[in-house]
């Protein structure tokens, strides 16, 4: 990596804003869409099982992978009366299956995920007397060996292959987009990567071929994209976003989030310093060794200048970068911006838009679709036995509110009597060994008022309990960081004089619970 001498003052932010040579870093796979008219015709179950009831290769020899386009698909039956037709479409190469019903092929918007080599079979299935059926094929998109084209910054490549989970190759634009921390964990890219050419994520991505050509993962780490749900605006670097949600996968039922386990951490840009880390990681085009090609790696450098919205950093990118989270490294791992553009060639750095963005705030706090937050709370982790056996509990009452039109209340029962003990809660999952347990929290904790948990004047039991009114401390406005659409994580600690220094303490499991309106 080639670290160039910096402008400085006024002529840094000049010079970046004027340069005309920063380009948009998309890099859609190489295809081809080709008209391929098939029609199964008006056709329905006669017999008394389950069937199918129409069926047909699909296939464009030499072609890399595949992925249907339909003009009309007409299922008869329901999912809630568990007898809805289904399309079922399967790989040649690998095996590879997805299943949609009606519901499912409108989330789809009549395509299908992609699928590895170049013949897939379709079948349509029927369960006897549900109606009338009818699929009408009519294109085909197909995949081509792969040329990619180099942009890095220096004379060297050094990206290297990551897994994050968090990070998505994004389909058929080539971009990347990442899952976020807000109630349903959706995600952000690019807003030059939005919005028609946005339709699908794909996670887990596999090696490419000797050659370069991309291979898709499997239909279960496919996740269609709620067209209803984007947000977005571009208009140049630092007004360059996007925020959008995914459905439910076809196949496992699971979000992208459930499937993958994690998600970002959004933060607003820190103040200037050329000592902070950033980190970069998506799914560049690359031809050495060309089985890396718009797979996921990841390259960190230095943060070069932030202008406002703009930030520019000296880390390594390529086309189908666009869209990457702008990690933080030196702070903590969160996100404070989304990749967009190359530009290390200008004497400056590659670009991105922060999370500063008015913009995008505003989208955050208004989400559309299926990012629109459910509130909900659930409990996770592993409570710490007490000295004298209790094992203490975290539970809730009530629904989270920003708006105060529901009571929401977090409590804990099973905890030793007549001790003190503190509610705490972050912006983050963690899993930590701590004091003999587990620490539940990740990142900053906010400590809230201490509280006595009461029970049996006497003795020492199981019979004491605390019980913060978290509902009134989002209403407050006490903590500005709670609000609607984003998750919390909270667990309860209390002295437990049992255990010898510094274990003598005591820890609830935790609580999840995400904010609605």
């Known amino acids: 990596m080639l670290f160039r001498s910096r402008p400085t003052g006024l002529a840094v932010v000049l010079t970046l804003l004027a340069s005309a040579s920063a380009i948009a870093q998309e890099a859609p796979p190489p295809s081809r869409l080709l008209p391929y008219p098939v029609d199964s015709g008006v056709v329905s179950n006669a017999t008394g099982e389950l069937a199918v009831i129409a069926s047909f290769p699909v296939e464009v020899r030499g072609a890399t992978w595949v992925r249907l386009h339909f003009s009309d698909v007409l299922l008869g039956g329901s999912p809630e009366a568990a007898n809805a037709s289904i399309v079922r479409v399967t790989s040649y190469l690998d095996g590879a299956t997805q299943e949609l019903d009606q519901l499912r092929a409108r989330e789809w918007r009549n395509t299908t995920a992609y699928f590895n080599g170049d013949t897939v079979q379709v079948e349509l299935l029927a369960h006897p007397g549900t109606g009338e059926n009818r699929l009408v094929l009519e294109r085909v998109e197909a995949g081509e060996p792969a040329d990619p084209t180099k942009s890095q910054c220096g004379p060297t490549d050094d990206r290297v292959l990551s897994s994050d989970p968090r990070s998505a190759r994004a389909m058929p634009i080539g971009c990347t987009a990442w899952m976020i921390n807000d109630c349903n964990h959706c995600f952000l890219t690019a807003g030059h990567c939005c919005c028609s050419s946005l339709q699908v994520m794909e996670f887990n991505v596999p090696l490419s071929t000797a050659g370069g050509s991309i291979v898709h993962p499997p239909p279960q780490d496919q996740y269609a994209v709620d067209a209803s749900s984007i947000q977005t605006n571009y208009t140049g670097i630092g007004n360059d976003w996007a925020y959008f949600g995914a459905f439910t996968n076809t196949s496992t039922g699971m979000t992208a989030y459930q499937k993958q386990g994690n998600a970002y951490t959004l933060a607003n840009p820190p103040a200037f310093n050329p000592a902070h880390v950033i980190r970069i990681t998506g799914y560049g085009v690359d031809s050495s060794p060309a089985q890396n090609n718009q797979v996921q790696q990841t390259h960190f450098g230095p943060l070069f200048a932030i202008s406002g919205t703009a930030l520019y950093y000296q880390v390594d990118t390529e086309g189908g970068n666009s869209g990457s989270a702008v990690q933080w490294e030196s702070g903590g791992g969160v996100a404070i911006g989304i990749h967009t553009n190359a530009g290390c060639g200008t004497s400056s750095g590659n670009s991105g838009t922060g999370v500063n963005n008015s913009g995008l705030q505003a ?110 401390h989002i209403t407050s406005g006490v903590d500005p960081a709670l609000g609607k659409g984003k998750a919390y994580f909270a667990q309860y600690w209390f002295r437990d004089s049992g255990f010898t220094p510094p274990n003598n303490v005591g820890l609830t499991n935790a609580l999840e619970f995400d904010v609605g309106i």
């Open 363 to 472: 989208a955050l706090a208004n989400p559309k679709g299926v990012c629109v937050p459910v509130a909900k709370a659930v409990t996770y982790c592993t409570a710490k036995v007490t000295s004298n056996g209790c094992t203490p509990a975290i539970g809730f009452t009530g629904t989270p509110s920003a708006s105060g039109a529901t009571p929401f209340h977090i409590t804990a029962n099973n905890v030793i009597n007549q001790k003190t003990g503190v509610l705490f809660y972050g912006y983050w999952k963690g899993n930590t060994a701590i004091f003999g347990g587990t620490l539940c929290i990740g990142g900053t904790l906010k400590r809230t008022p201490v509280q006595n948990s009461n029970g049996s004047a006497s003795g020492s039991d199981c019979t004491g309990t605390f019980d913060f009114d978290m509902g009134a």
